[in-house]
C-alpha cells in the first residue's frame, strides 16, 4: 500500500487490479452484481465524495475494500461518466487488439519498443522511492520501464482488457508487485493535484482526444519540479528517410497486422494518426505552450521515434 497527497490506496495482492467506484454504489453491491452496476455509473457525478469504494478484481473474481482517505476533487472529475463517443470508438479498438497488442508492437518495431520504454523511463526525475504516473498504460510495458526506477506506479487506461492482458503477461515479472492499473481516462484523472513525482506516456498521444488537455492533466497530477516524458512515433526530418518510413507504416505493417492478428484495416490507423500528429519540434512547441518548461527531446531510429521531455 502507498499515501500520497489525499489519496490512500489499500494493499493490493499479486496481479489485482484496483478500480475505484463511487461510495454510493455500496448501497447496491450486495444486490446487483457484474453489468448491473453500471446502471449506476452515469449518475455517479450526482454523489458525494466524501469516501471511495475499491473494487479490487483478480481472475475473473472480485473483492472489495473502503477507503475513506481519497477524495475525489471538487471539479466533478470521474471515470464513471459516460465517455464520448471517441473515446468508446478507441477503447472497443483497443479491445479488440488486446489478445496479441504487443506480439504485434515486437514485430513492427523490430523488437525495439520496449528499449525506446526504458530510455523514455530513464529520463524520469524525482526521487526512486517515488511514485509515478503512465499514462495511457495499455498492457503496461511502460509502467514495467518505470518499475525499475520507481517505488510505485500506477497505469491507468481505458481499455480494462489491454490491462488485463498485460496484468497476466507481467505478473511474474520483478517491477509487477510495485504496479497498479486504474480504469480511468487520461483526460479526467481521478487523482489529487500534485500526485505524482513523474508522469509518462508511451505510444499513446496520438489517441487522445485532446493532446493539449492530455499534457494539462498531466501537468496537473504532477507535482512541482516533476518530470513529464512522452514516447511517441514521429516524422524522420530527411526525406529520403521519411519515404519510405511512411511506405512501411502505409503497406507494410497493416500487412504483418493481418498477419499476426488478423487485424489489417485496424493496423492502418498507426499510419493515418501519425500524418495528423505534430512533428517533432512542433510537438516540443505545444509541450512549452501548455505549461512545461526546459522541453527537450531526442530522436531514435533515424526520427521514426521521438521522446520529449520537460518539468512542471
Same mark, same amino acid.
Given at each position: 500500500?502507498?499515501?500520497?497527497? /489525499?489519496?490512500?490506496?489499500?494493499?493490493?495482492?499479486?496481479?489485482?487490479?484496483? !478500480?475505484?467506484?463511487?461510495?454510493?454504489?455500496?448501497?447496491?453491491?450486495?444486490?446487483? =452484481?457484474?453489468?448491473?452496476?453500471?446502471?449506476?455509473?452515469?449518475?455517479?457525478?450526482?454523489?458525494?465524495?466524501?469516501? /471511495?469504494?475499491?473494487?479490487?478484481?483478480? #481472475?475473473?473474481?472480485?473483492?472489495?475494500?473502503?477507503?475513506? *482517505?481519497? *477524495?475525489?476533487?471538487?471539479?466533478?472529475?470521474?471515470?464513471?461518466? &459516460?465517455?464520448?463517443?471517441?473515446?468508446?470508438?478507441?477503447?472497443? %479498438?483497443?479491445?479488440? +487488439?488486446?489478445?496479441?497488442?504487443?506480439?504485434?508492437? =515486437?514485430? !513492427?518495431?523490430?523488437?525495439?519498443?520496449?528499449?525506446?520504454?526504458? =530510455?523514455?523511463?530513464?529520463?524520469?526525475?524525482?526521487?526512486?522511492?517515488?511514485?509515478?504516473?503512465?499514462?495511457?498504460?495499455?498492457?503496461?510495458? %511502460?509502467?514495467?520501464?518505470?518499475?525499475?526506477?520507481?517505488?510505485?506506479?500506477? #497505469?491507468?487506461?481505458?481499455?480494462?482488457?489491454?490491462?488485463?492482458?498485460? @496484468?497476466?503477461?507481467?505478473? @511474474?515479472?520483478?517491477?509487477?508487485?510495485?504496479?497498479?492499473?486504474?480504469?480511468?481516462?487520461?483526460?479526467?484523472?481521478?487523482?489529487?493535484?500534485?500526485?505524482?513525482?513523474?508522469?509518462?506516456?508511451?505510444?499513446?498521444? /496520438?489517441?487522445?482526444?485532446?493532446?493539449?488537455?492530455?499534457?494539462?492533466?498531466?501537468?496537473?497530477?504532477?507535482?512541482?519540479?516533476?518530470?513529464?516524458?512522452? +514516447?511517441?512515433?514521429?516524422?524522420?526530418?530527411?526525406?529520403?528517410?521519411?519515404? &519510405?518510413?511512411?511506405?512501411?507504416?502505409?503497406? !507494410?505493417?497493416?500487412?504483418?497486422?493481418?498477419?499476426?492478428?488478423?487485424?489489417?484495416?485496424?493496423?492502418?490507423?498507426?499510419?493515418?494518426? +501519425?500524418?495528423?500528429?505534430?512533428?517533432?519540434?512542433? +510537438?516540443?512547441?505545444?509541450?512549452?505552450?501548455?505549461?512545461?518548461?526546459?522541453?527537450?527531446? @531526442? /530522436?531514435?531510429?533515424?526520427?521514426?521515434?521521438?521522446?520529449?521531455?520537460?518539468?512542471?
Amino acid at each position: 500500500p502507498f499515501t500520497k497527497g /489525499r489519496g490512500s490506496y489499500p494493499p493490493l495482492r499479486k496481479g489485482e487490479a484496483l !478500480i475505484p467506484l463511487y461510495e454510493r454504489e455500496m448501497l447496491f453491491s450486495p444486490f446487483f =452484481k457484474g453489468g448491473l452496476r453500471g446502471i449506476f455509473q452515469p449518475f455517479a457525478g450526482c454523489f458525494n465524495h466524501d469516501s /471511495r469504494q475499491f473494487l479490487v478484481a483478480r #481472475g475473473g473474481r472480485e473483492r472489495t475494500v473502503l477507503n475513506k *482517505d481519497f *477524495d475525489l476533487p471538487e471539479t466533478g472529475r470521474t471515470t464513471s461518466a &459516460p465517455p464520448s463517443s471517441p473515446l468508446v470508438s478507441m477503447r472497443n %479498438m483497443f479491445d479488440r +487488439l488486446s489478445p496479441f497488442y504487443d506480439r504485434v508492437n =515486437k514485430v !513492427i518495431s523490430l523488437n525495439r519498443d520496449d528499449y525506446w520504454r526504458r =530510455k523514455a523511463a530513464a529520463l524520469c526525475g524525482g526521487p526512486a522511492r517515488g511514485i509515478a504516473l503512465d499514462v495511457a498504460t495499455g498492457t503496461g510495458r %511502460m509502467a514495467l520501464a518505470l518499475s525499475a526506477r520507481y517505488e510505485n506506479v500506477v #497505469g491507468v487506461d481505458i481499455s480494462d482488457k489491454m490491462m488485463a492482458g498485460g @496484468r497476466e503477461a507481467m505478473q @511474474r515479472l520483478p517491477g509487477f508487485s510495485r504496479m497498479n492499473f486504474i480504469l480511468a481516462d487520461a483526460l479526467v484523472a481521478p487523482f489529487p493535484d500534485n500526485t505524482f513525482d513523474a508522469a509518462a506516456i508511451g505510444f499513446a498521444t /496520438r489517441n487522445v482526444v485532446d493532446l493539449r488537455g492530455c499534457f494539462r492533466e498531466m501537468l496537473r497530477l504532477v507535482k512541482p519540479g516533476g518530470t513529464i516524458v512522452c +514516447l511517441e512515433l514521429s516524422r524522420p526530418p530527411l526525406k529520403f528517410v521519411d519515404a &519510405p518510413y511512411q511506405f512501411y507504416l502505409a503497406k !507494410i505493417v497493416p500487412l504483418l497486422g493481418k498477419v499476426f492478428s488478423g487485424q489489417s484495416r485496424t493496423y492502418k490507423y498507426i499510419f493515418h494518426s +501519425l500524418q495528423k500528429f505534430p512533428p517533432a519540434g512542433a +510537438l516540443k512547441q505545444l509541450m512549452e505552450e501548455t505549461g512545461l518548461r526546459e522541453v527537450k527531446f @531526442r /530522436r531514435f531510429n533515424l526520427g521514426a521515434v521521438a521522446v520529449h521531455w520537460g518539468t512542471k
